[in-house]
Each structure stands twice: as structure tokens, then as C-alpha cells.
């Protein structure tokens, strides 16, 4: 089960307390103190591991604890410290502070640990204590407490590629036939429930990474349907693919305009994010002219037909892509605009092929 959110206490161990103890040997009638310090307690870590992609370990769980340092020993002997708490979570999750909403721990690197509670210090032992006026001390330290603190965890997906679009457009079907992701289909909307991963294989030495998320519509910056709930996913994306469906009831401008307000919405910062658009569901147009209202989409949005085709798209139907051997790249524009099916595979290939240069654009531009 995909969970992306998970609330709960986290303490750290309790220090072990000191020992009262006195020396006791053949020969040695009244020994001194020797009476061990406490162990440490637990601390708490956070360790970044990509063999888990989800919360799911945290559902249902309102509690976590490391384990208590156990007491000191006689003859100077230190409690043993109490085991540390390892809190394992995917790439891309966030630790936030419960109680301030502060972002604690933004953990993105694999294999990345943090220590996020110390556990409490030992108490010392009788041994501590003894001085010129009091040769036999009893008395010892407790432990310190564990620290105690509540957390919310928020898992943003990282992606190199993010799709964008209407409920039921194709975007799952699009996730399936490129990549190595075998979400649910449906002829119905929201049929993706989850965010989903795939890699794309982009010739035999390079890839990159897909995310589906779940359709968005009107209003899904302010929450409606499954809203920010999962618009958080496509934070992380280097690069947005606005999938917009010509058999859709929808016009393709209209579905564009909707999909870009959305995410300006949300995000600034990802409004601004290098993308490109595929038009989905050609197999399925049940218009008069696919050609004519091809043409008319890339018009409306201020674009011309172009015949540059590095990336051998098919010239059925008419696309746009940014010609970069006399120009600069804009990232105010789509990088492309590809009429595709994925039922028939019509511009897959090509589609990757483009997607994987329009991520290189980001390196070229560091």
C-alpha cells in the first residue's frame, strides 16, 4: 500500500542511572565507592534507504521509542547504552515538526543518516561522590531523561519526469508502454489513486525516471477532487509533461490553460519548471480534422508547425519542437508538442528520446 504521510511521537532513550557500590575483596575489609555510571540512552537516527518507496512501515504506529541505557555496575563498570533507533524511510521524505510545521530534515540522498535525538546522558555512580568528608557515599545520579518530539512525515516522489494532466487522458497508459511501471488502467476517472515510478530506457546506456500521479482538475491547487494530496508529488520533478487527450470532451486548449493555472497555483517555483506536451489518444480522436486541430492547439498557444525532426517524429500530424542548432532553449515554451498513442506506440519512441534531451537541457544550462 502507497502511503505518502504518517504522524507520530518519537523518544529518544532514557539514560541508565549510576550505581551505589563499594569495593569488596579478599584482604580489602572497607573499600572505597566503585559503583559504574549509567549507559546512554538510545538516540534516534533517520536513514535514507531506496529499498522502501513508500510510509507504509509508519501506518497505523503513534509511538516510536529508542531503548534505555541499563544502570551502572560495580567495579567502575559502565551500564551498557541502550540500543539506537533507526527511523528507515524512502528518498524525498520530508521530518516536520508537528507542533511548528517546521521542516526539520529535508532527506533526499540514498544512504543519507541523521541523528535527530540524542539519547539521555547516564547518571554516575556512587564513585563520583566520595571526597575528604564522606569516604562511603550512597548516593548516585539518575539518568536523563529521553528527549520527546512529534513529528509528520511527507514523502515527496523524486522524479525526473512528471505528467501532468486530466483524469483518465492516458498518462497511466503512456507510464506503461514507456517505462517499466505497470500501473492500474481504466477507462474511468481517477483510476490512479497512487503515484507511480517507472524508468525509462532511453537507447541500451541511458534513462531516466517517470512519475504518474493522479489526475488534476479544475481547483486542485485549493483541494478538490484528489488535489494537493498529491499535486506534492510533482514538486520534486526536474521536468513536467502536460498530457493533454484529443478525444477528450475537452478542448485541448482548454485542458492546457486548466492544467498550467493549476500548477502555478501550487507552486511558483514548479510553474517555472523546463516542460513540454504530448497529445494523447490520437487512435481515439473523433473529430472531423485531427490535423486541423493539431495545428490549431500549437497556434493558440503561440506556436508555429515546425519540420526540424532529430528525434524522427512521426510526420503524420503536425508538432512543434524548439530548434536549439540556431537558437537558444526558452523554458517559457514546451519544448515540444507531440501528437502520440500509446495504444499504437505512434511517437513512444521518438517521445523518449525527446524527453531524455529536454532533461539534458538542465545540465547544459548548469
Same mark, same amino acid.
Do not use: C, W
Given at each position: 500500500m502507497f502511503i505518502d504521510s504518517a504522524r507520530f511521537t518519537v523518544t529518544s532513550g532514557k539514560g541508565g542511572q549510576g550505581c551505589a557500590s563499594f569495593r569488596r575483596e579478599k584482604f580489602v575489609v572497607k573499600g572505597g565507592p566503585d559503583g559504574g555510571d549509567g549507559g546512554k540512552g538510545g538516540d534516534v537516527y533517520f536513514l535514507v534507504d531506496n529499498n522502501t518507496d513508500t510510509l507504509s512501515n509508519y501506518k497505523g504506529r503513534k509511538f516510536f521509542k529508542a531503548d534505555n541505557g541499563k544502570q551502572g555496575l560495580g567495579g567502575n563498570m559502565t551500564g551498557k547504552s541502550g540500543e539506537p533507533l533507526v527511523l528507515i524511510v524512502p528518498p524525498g521524505t520530508q521530518v516536520i515538526d508537528d507542533e511548528t510545521n517546521?521542516?526539520?530534515?529535508?532527506?533526499?540522498?540514498? #544512504?543519507?543518516?541523521?541523528?535527530?535525538? !540524542? =539519547?539521555?546522558?547516564? /547518571? *554516575?555512580?556512587?564513585?563520583?561522590?566520595?571526597?575528604?568528608?564522606?569516604?562511603?557515599?550512597?548516593?548516585f545520579q539518575p539518568g536523563l531523561p529521553g528527549q520527546v518530539k512529534g513529528i509528520r512525515l511527507e514523502l515527496k516522489l523524486i522524479a525526473d519526469v512528471g505528467l501532468v494532466g486530466y483524469p483518465n487522458v492516458g498518462k497511466s497508459t503512456l507510464i506503461s508502454v514507456t517505462s517499466n511501471a505497470t500501473p492500474e488502467i481504466a477507462n474511468y476517472e481517477f483510476t490512479t489513486l497512487t503515484p507511480k515510478l517507472g524508468v525509462v530506457e532511453v537507447g541500451n546506456y541511458n534513462s531516466f525516471v517517470m512519475a504518474d500521479?493522479? #489526475?488534476?482538475?479544475?481547483?486542485?491547487? !485549493? =483541494?478538490?477532487?484528489? /488535489? *494537493?494530496e498529491f499535486l506534492k508529488h510533482i514538486e520534486r520533478t526536474k521536468t513536467l509533461l502536460f498530457v493533454i487527450d484529443v478525444a477528450n470532451y475537452r478542448?485541448?486548449?482548454?485542458q492546457y490553460n486548466v492544467l498550467k493555472e493549476e500548477v502555478a497555483k501550487f507552486s511558483t517555483e514548479l510553474s517555472k519548471r523546463n516542460y513540454?506536451?504530448?497529445?494523447?489518444?490520437?487512435?481515439?480522436?473523433?473529430?472531423?480534422?485531427?490535423?486541423?486541430?493539431?495545428?490549431?492547439?500549437?497556434?493558440?498557444?503561440?506556436?508555429?508547425?515546425?519540420?526540424?525532426?532529430?528525434?524522427?517524429?512521426?510526420?503524420?500530424y503536425p508538432y512543434f519542437v524548439q530548434d536549439l542548432i540556431y537558437t537558444r532553449f526558452d523554458n517559457t515554451k514546451p519544448y515540444f508538442v507531440l501528437p502520440i498513442s500509446s495504444l499504437t506506440k505512434f511517437n513512444i519512441k521518438s517521445l523518449g528520446f525527446a524527453l531524455y534531451n529536454l532533461l539534458e537541457q538542465d545540465k547544459w544550462k548548469g
Open positions: 517546521e521542516v526539520i530534515f529535508d532527506l533526499l540522498e540514498l #544512504g543519507e543518516k541523521v541523528l535527530f535525538l !540524542e =539519547g539521555g546522558k547516564g /547518571g *554516575l555512580g556512587n564513585v563520583h561522590f566520595k571526597n575528604s568528608r564522606n569516604q562511603r557515599p550512597t548516593y500521479i493522479p #489526475g488534476i482538475i479544475d481547483g486542485a491547487s !485549493e =483541494g478538490r477532487g484528489l /488535489g *494537493l478542448t485541448m486548449i482548454e513540454a506536451i504530448a497529445l494523447s489518444k490520437i487512435d481515439g480522436y473523433f473529430g472531423e480534422n485531427l490535423e486541423g486541430d493539431i495545428q490549431k492547439f500549437i497556434e493558440d498557444i503561440g506556436l508555429e508547425i515546425t519540420k526540424s525532426n532529430e528525434f524522427k517524429f512521426e510526420e503524420d
